[in-house]
């Protein structure tokens, strides 16, 4: 038994529609094994994961899963079980699993939810050992170790786990349905969709200005614009020397505060400083932060935190710092152990509270009370153990928003101005917040990327929502952070309705992002080359801060692999469903097929648009998992099921008397003739006449004007690697990318309206479809093509040289296709050339690719030869293969 593979679906998936890990594992010799056939497995497994007893399973009450046990379950079933309860352990609450076959002997995909990826992984890898143990297939027991296993799990989850502050506000956003993506594993976040996105780090926006950061991380330079902006600051120097911040509290003449000039979190802070050996010593402590350090008059009072928001004031807390209680019978130490046994306490900002440490600073505090960490205070006593306020140095906080007086508001929200500051905590130390700052008081400090969690979560009070404040800064009036995303999916036609649609919002203005094929494309340039239609080509469109519009080819390799990359979409299409990737990533037949494409149309938000193929024989499965307004889309005007969905109000697209019809109960509007679109060569090519009808009424859904739609269609005339027809001599080529039957049968039908006194084909098929689909290509070959020469693709996917090409062949004969004009020529660029030298007059050569610019090249040397020499270049028998090599590999496989 092993794991095979570890995969994480971050967006949208088959399984769910919340992150998943995919582990492939293979079960090996234990699959045929039930969990009460094998001595005291069960007994085992429960005393070493009790919460097991738990589990609801299908049974759906507790002790579920047990039942399954005693009765009999297997192997891929109890990994997920053990995985779930793993995470649980560790402090997630997961409950999300699923166990399947993946069409593979012993193979099963298990699929469960997560939170922490680096826990989940961990947590597989540790179901694996211990599932081995239960079946006594290895000495070491890992649940002996059980304990620190645990332990290691959960700080794997807290070193994921966002900040609080960060928290709260990705908690926000999605209240709002405000699309967030963490990036990487800091607390940085991306908030909405291409040009409307906002980055957030911490509490620090995009509006945050770095003049205005930077200004906040110096406090004296802070100081001096507030002191000009006439606002209330302590009087104070900037020292780099234990001596001159003695002879600085000599010339202040009063209490004095003694901090480094840039830090943060109350780091290296001491207070009320009033002898010169106590003022060396703070700078000491204070110098590990900073060589600059800060001695100001002291200003006594409680400590407050105003919180300022796009220039409002939003929330205030009394800080009150880190302190125990005395009882008469333990130590300080003791004391501040049991005040850390607090489970809202954590380390650093895990949790609403700071564990209490002992340190430098905490010792100074003690001294000054007469105290160290072994002394005993009597009962009822308070002792500090810190001088500042902060909540990450163990303080307290409390609620006062409601009390402050309005002109220490306006004050405070004017010093966050003057900084240029969109949020801002502002520290405050007075007597009484009740009462005006500009008569008793001061503001001590202001921080540019406040922490949040004192008001969202108080000790005592109102909590305030500091985060969806910051957030409605960023997205006002209900904004979502949306653009339009138009997500294609389907078998054949994905590239050239992503580029009609791209295209028509490109020309009415927008800045376009595509994922396609060939390649990720923003406002009209290529960013990335390759076939990117998986996820992460998806999200780098919707990242990219220029995209106005999103049009997302979306591959089923990708949606298997990766999931999608957005949460909804405005627009999802489904070209059509036919024969293709049969018996990969376990897709064996076509519903498997329908399946898998439909999340695209799940994920419709509800005030959207799905869009469906009426022609297509799933049509109705289709729309029954669609979300949001089913469109159907027809190239017959009397398609049945195009008619009863209008009779009943709907709306749908179709072509009558060779014109495109939008149509909604019984009102139509012509948007286009057929033959007005390049792409359907004067409306013969009906495949790509289906495609200039989903364009279209993708972007007549999303209200494009009717004159963009048709200005951008009429003018769709580049769609490389897609029915480009090229004349040479006195023959054409078409070259065109389709490599399954649909495809095939799709070009050829179109080819023959074009009047070529014979068709030759060029053919090819990915190695790694079902030979039963490989033969399918071949018998629509061969009942289309006059000649056809047979190539195969550079990468074999893992077949055999000529293995591929012998399964087109015999599909060609079994058409009663005649062997003499059967010309095997694997290399992709010999079969081209061989088949342009000897073509004849009015050929029509359809050349199916897999390297498009191979091809392409292919034709331009021909060309130049031909120019060059006027006469056509003898490549005549010069790259024939044998076909015996291709047969007989093929006829090895077969036996």
Sequence with gaps: MKILSVRTLKGPNLYSYRPVLQVRLDLGGYESIASNAFGDFVDKLLAWLPGLAEHQCSYGLPGGFVMRLREGTYGAHIFEHIVLELQTLAGCDIRFGKARWSGEKAIYNVVVGYQSESLARAAAQTALDILLAAYGAQEQNPAADLPNLIARLRAMKDADRLGPSTQAIYDAACQRNIPVTRIGSEDLLLLGYGCKQRKVWATVTNKTGLLASDLAGDKHLTKQVLADAGLPVPEGMVVTAPSEAANALAYLDRPVAIKPVNANQGKGVTLDVRSYAAAERAFAIAREYDERVIVEEFISGRQYRLCVVN????????????????????????????????????????????????????MVVLAKQGLNGQSVPLADKTVVIRENANLSTGGTAVDVTDIVHPETGRMIERAAGVLGLDVAGIDVVTPDITRSLRQVGAIIEVNAAPGIRMHHYPSAGKPRDVAGQIVESLFPDGDQG?????????????????????????????????????????????????????????????????????????????????????????????????????????????????????????TVKSEGYALVNADDARAGTLAARARGEIVYFSTAEDNILVRRHLGIGGTAFFVKDGIVYAATGNQAQAIIKAEEIPATLGGIALH?????????????????????????????????????????????????????????????????????????????????????VIMNNGRIAGKGFDMIYIKEDQDLRGRLPGETAGLLRAGVIEAGFPENKIHLVLSETDAVRTALENAQPDDLIIVFYEKYHVVMEAIEDYRQAWRDDSARPDFSGQWQLPEQQAVGACSALSK
């Design 311 to 362: 220039g409002k004031l939003v929330a205030a807390a009394e800080r009150l710092p880190a302190y125990v209680t005395g009882d008469g019978v333990s130590t300080v130490e003791q004391l501040i152990d049991t005040v850390n046994a607090d489970p809202r306490r954590g380390d650093g900002h895990e949790k609403s509270l700071t564990k209490i440490r002992m340190d430098a600073v905490a």
């Design 482 to 602: 949306r653009i339009p995303v138009i997500a294609i999916t389907g078998t054949n036609g994905k590239t050239t309705v992503t580029r009609m649609i791209g295209h028509i919002w490109q020309q009415a203005g927008y800045k376009v992002g595509m994922t396609t094929t060939d390649g990720i494309y923003i406002d009209g340039q290529c960013v990335m080359d390759g076939d990117t239609t998986g996820s992460a080509s998806a999200r780098l469109i919707l990242s990219d801060s220029n995209v106005q519009v999103a049009v997302l080819e979306t591959a089923r390799g990708g949606i298997l692999r990766g999931g999608l990359a957005f949460d909804r979409c405005d627009v999802g299409i489904i070209t059509n469903i036919t024969e293709d990737h049969l018996g990969q990533d376990g897709i064996e037949d076509m519903d498997d097929l329908a399946y898998a494409k439909a999340l695209v149309l799940e």
């Design 688 to 772: 790509n006449l289906q495609n200039a009808i989903i364009a279209a009424a993708a972007c007549y859904s999303l209200k494009l004007p009717l004159e963009s739609i048709r200005q951008g269609l009429s003018g769709f005339a580049e769609n490389p690697g897609r029915l480009n027809i090229i004349r040479l001599d006195d023959f054409r080529i078409c070259v065109d990318y389709g490599h399954n039957p649909a495809g095939y049968q799709a070009i050829i039908d179109t080819s023959r309206r074009l009047g070529a006194k014979r068709l030759v084909g060029v053919i090819a098929a990915p190695g790694d479809r079902r030979d039963d």
